[in-house]
């Protein structure tokens, strides 16, 4: 079982729905990111937190500590924001760069 | 500002050949790292540098991957003797603190080792 888990893998959305992904996590984390990476891109940093709740614009990221729980809020979704979303953890005690990766959410909003 | 810039963006080399990935992270920051994914993989640490110092390298495949970071504005990420089996998208991050902190990615360096 992989200590990072994300739901769903691949995930189709029309224009202006609301969008949720989650990822669940087994370990002890004093961070957790998740970062957006588009087709033949580079990785862009979203969020990273260590409780409760950030908003970036139509963004908006969760966790819950005591389920090893997160979730990446999409409000108002656009073609745009058609991407990979990878969930990571630092695990606690861990080196700082020492991520554990999610596989990845694949999202295509539809026009 | 200038964000985290590898070079070069694609290189395609023989087996066998020295390949030498390099990185620009932001200024001021203090911590770098090298990923790398692959489809099969996908992302995996390689080695953490806090300070030029090389913290973590137990990502590091084996004697053919090195690592250096010189000073506090380059690092390089060298492959000798380059595998079909390298063949990765290779990122170069950095980061403003020691602990727990936002990750700057590069575009990466997608190489193929034919």
């Known amino acids: 079982k992989n200590e990072v888990e994300q739901s769903p893998q691949n995930l189709t959305a029309q224009e202006g729905e609301f969008i949720t992904i989650n990822c669940s996590y087994s370990?002890?984390?004093?961070?957790l990111h998740w970062l957006q990476q588009h087709p033949g891109g580079g990785i862009v940093s979203l969020f990273m937190l260590s409780s409760g709740k950030k908003k970036h614009g139509r963004l908006i990221a969760t966790i819950n500590i005591q389920e090893k729980h997160s979730s990446l809020h999409i409000t108002a979704s656009h073609p745009r924001d058609s991407a990979v979303y990878i969930c990571?953890?630092?695990?606690?005690?861990?080196?700082?760069?020492?991520?554990?990766f999610g596989k990845g959410t694949k999202l295509s909003v539809k026009p | 500002d200038a964000g985290v810039i590898q070079s070069p963006r694609h290189e395609v080399t023989e087996m066998g050949q020295e390949v030498t990935l390099r990185c620009k992270p932001i200024s001021g920051h203090n911590s770098l790292f090298w990923y790398r994914q692959t489809m099969m993989r996908g992302l995996e640490l390689l080695i953490y540098?806090?300070?030029?110092?090389?913290?973590?390298d137990s990502g590091m495949p084996e004697d053919r991957f090195s690592a250096k970071m010189p000073n506090a504005s380059f690092s390089t990420l060298k492959i000798q003797p380059s595998e079909p089996r390298d063949s990765a998208v290779y990122f170069c991050a950095s980061s403003p603190t020691s602990g727990p902190g936002e990750l700057f990615f590069g575009e990466g360096s997608r190489l193929t080792v034919l």
């Open positions: 990571a953890v630092t695990h606690y005690g861990g080196s700082q760069g020492n991520l554990i």
């Open positions: 370990v002890g984390i004093s961070a």
């Open positions: 540098f806090n300070n030029n110092v090389p913290i973590d």
